[in-house]
């Protein structure tokens, strides 16, 4: 087991100097606040009892969320060669919606929580075989608008994005099922969900910010078996908010921890950066909307990026056992390979507070090979899961991972705060975070307090 340990200076230092971000901005430009959370939840699906609303638990509103998790069905050779398995998605995105719009459902929310949701009486998702299509048409905005170039339309009505029409789904009969409150009453809206075997992302919208969002696309690049299929890869969402465009990466690299696989897992970057390409929609020839990872704006990258310590694993144990991260670190593969700049150059990634989340005995907080049952899946300790960031007018206030054992990894958390652009037609419709300055005053109360910006005092057992 260890022992979670709180340290005041830990949360001071996720926060970098916002000074000149700020004082660069314009009147006509406003400031985004993005909370992006990446899990790889080792092949299990989500059972009713799960709650999700600690992993997302952020002190006031944010704009929009983005969530990506691997490995949601397991990799076997059903699920890649074969036929997808759409019901955990289902079930994920059940649960994220559940967690978002909880507040907006009085109702929903004096049952209970998670033990009302469970009753077969009411009809509740878990009890049924969930329809990833059909569940998406309960909480997704009008896709095919937000899929259209807006440029010479100009600002869309909210009524508009969020009344879908009823005939969308005629075809679903009554076993549509019914999220637990109204769609007219969800503060956050589902504006895009993908997956492709076990990698699933979707893509959650402050209502407000609807008639903003434009250009909506996604690509998928599959780097597993043959360097093709599914089970490692990346889906990429991307989207322009105002007049900013912005891109996310969810990504599976390559496995292994031999010398040598790290550059399995640069050739997977690399690959996935040339080979992702976005459709064309913008219509407008004055506006040149990115079909490219790196044409985007703002670009967030995230994932089990499957990096681990060059280091053996009783070396490793003896620097977490003294807590001598910094050491562990500078044996970490993605800093090594980003620091001689064989991937991920020009890329940022925010000082890392955390313990190594993977890789863990089930339901514990013990890493897998400190037992004799366990020492079979003995993995060194590493920071798989990884949040990196790419572009100007972005920065990133909060780099922390969660607490849940419902899987042999722990999930990553990021909030960023991001520039946009607007235009008069646009500029005052959305005026909630004007980027003045004030902001940086509202940082230290809107950061996730709740996940704990932890050191761990490792014990083995």
């Excluded at 997808?84 to 209970?112: K, V």
């Excluded at 637990?180 to 504006?191: D, E, F, K, N, S």
């Excluded at 990026?305 to 993605?334: G, H, I, M």
């Amino acid at each position: 087991m260890c022992e979670i340990v709180r340290s005041e200076d830990v949360r001071c230092a996720t926060f970098r100097d916002l000074s000149s971000f700020t004082s660069s901005s314009s009147s006509s430009s406003s400031l985004l606040w993005i909370f992006v959370a990446t899990w790889n939840v080792g092949g299990r699906a989500p059972h009713g009892r799960l709650n999700l609303e600690d992993l997302l638990k952020v002190e006031g509103p944010l704009d929009i969320y983005v969530l990506g998790f691997q490995e949601i069905v397991p990799l076997n050779a059903g699920n890649v060669l074969v036929v997808e398995d759409n019901e955990p998605a289902a079930r994920w995105l059940s649960l994220i919606g559940r967690a978002l719009n909880s507040a907006a459902d009085p109702a929903g929310s004096s049952g209970g929580g998670a033990a009302s949701e469970e009753r077969p009486s009411g009809g509740h998702l878990f009890f049924q075989r969930p329809s990833l299509k059909l569940l998406s048409r309960s909480y997704r905005a009008d896709g095919a608008l937000l899929k259209a170039c807006n440029c010479r339309r100009g600002v869309r009505e909210l009524g508009e994005l969020i009344g879908i029409a009823e005939d969308d789904d005629d075809d679903s009969g009554g076993d549509s099922p019914e999220p637990p409150w109204r769609r007219h009453q969800a503060a956050y809206r589902l504006i895009s969900s993908k997956q492709m075997v076990g990698i699933f992302l979707s893509v959650w919208v402050r209502r407000e910010l609807l008639p903003y969002v434009g250009h909506l696309r996604s690509a998928t690049v599959g780097r597993g078996i043959m360097g093709r299929l599914g089970n490692k890869g990346c889906i990429a969402i991307s989207m322009s908010v105002h007049q900013t465009s912005f891109c996310f990466v969810c990504s599976h690299l390559a496995s292994g921890e031999k010398e040598g696989d790290e550059l399995r897992r640069n050739l997977d970057v690399a690959e996935i950066l040339k080979n992702t390409q976005f459709p064309r929609v913008c219509k407008s020839p004055l506006k040149m909307i990115p079909e490219r990872i790196l044409q985007h704006d703002r670009v967030i990258w995230f994932g089990d990026l499957n990096y681990r310590v060059a280091l053996s694993y009783a070396e490793t144990k003896t620097l977490l056992e003294e807590n001598d991260w910094d050491a562990l670190l500078q044996k970490d593969q993605l800093v090594m390979e980003k620091e001689a700049g064989r991937v991920f150059r020009g890329w940022n990634e925010g000082k890392i507070h955390f313990a190594p989340t993977y890789k863990y005995t089930h339901n514990s907080d013990s890493y897998a090979g400190e037992t004799v049952s366990s020492k079979k899946k003995r993995r060194t300790p590493a920071w798989c899961d990884r949040i990196l960031w790419h572009g100007k007018g972005i920065e990133q206030l909060a780099y922390i991972r969660g607490e849940s054992r419902f899987s042999d990894h722990r999930p990553v958390c990021g909030v960023f705060l991001a520039e946009v652009e607007e235009t008069k037609a646009d500029g005052g419709r959305y005026q909630r975070r004007q980027s003045d300055g004030g902001a940086v005053e509202e940082l230290d109360g809107r950061v996730p307090h709740g996940h704990g910006f932890y050191y761990q005092k490792i014990q083995w057992s």
